[in-house]
């Protein structure tokens, strides 16, 4: 009988696992592109168990563009996504059922670069010449802003179809004049072209949307608002927490993802605290949407992309799950 008991309690041991498995909500969170440096936090985190602590069984899935992004979360394919806020916002103009939650890139890592041996020397000099870029490409289609603000004609430039990784060698070779790329991977422009790269921030002539923002689609957020909220924090802190000590979170990364070089998304990463930090970040809570920007941002959506379906820029973002008390480290 005593065996008996003893075998009875054993196997209720064994049950426990399964039945905290059964109480944690799936996610399948999908990146806007190839795991990088910029993903290093959610690698961190999760290697730290910080997502499964707080309820949550997750799996990163590798993206390809934003666009792609938006709209498997749009339809719910993925239960959230990192995407280009302007990509997605193009997205849900077109029907897609998402909010943004929370944002990664408060400065818009949108960049130009040339060589200047061409003979260019800013923006000014671009009438003439050609510019390099993906059709889909979200600052291709923003250019008449660009232009406008530095007082060119959108039309003055020539567009050249190139895929995406192949924008700095076309460069190189001379195929099209200027390039378009993120931030987060200047330090490969600087490396190959060195002293003769011409580059500006978009930001530099107030040009300045929201980046990458992570999205999560509408049906999912309204069935499981706390396993949302719990994602955010957790992914606030993991941010925080990479700003302050990059190494562990870039070796989390390396470690989960193959073909890696840790000395290269040190890098990238470096630069993405540059894209993340502004003073609504530090001051706010990291990830937190500013409303006058977001009106801003969804009025050079509207001008310049075709929306199927106009809504209200706050029906599609909220700060309701944003901690309040973590922001971006100052020092």
Known sequence: ???????????????????????????DFVLNWV????????????AQGWYEEAGIDLSIEQGKGSQMAAQRTGIGRSQLGLADLGTALIAKGKGADFVAVMNIYANSPYGMYWLKSSGIKDVKDFPGHSIGNPPSDAARAMWPALAKAVGIEPVSVKWVNVQPNAKLAGLKSGAFDITTSFYNIHHIFQRELGDDMGFFAWKEYGINPYGNSIIVNGAFLEEHPEAVENFVHVTQRAFKQCVETPE????????????LQKDNEMQNWALVVELLTDETSTTKGLGYFDEGRLQDDYKLTETYFELDEPFDIMDAVT???????ITVPTN
Do not use: Q
């Open 248 to 259: 562990p979170c870039v070796d989390a990364l390396v470690a989960a993802n193959s073909g």
């Open 319 to 325: 700060n309701k799950f944003i901690d309040t008390s």
């Open 35 to 46: 795991a990088g440096g910029d993903h290093a936090p959610y690698y961190y985190a999760k």
């Open 1 to 27: 009988m005593k065996r008996r008991v003893l075998a009875a309690g054993f196997a209720a041991l064994l049950m426990v696992p399964a039945a905290h498995a059964a109480d944690e909500v799936e996610i």
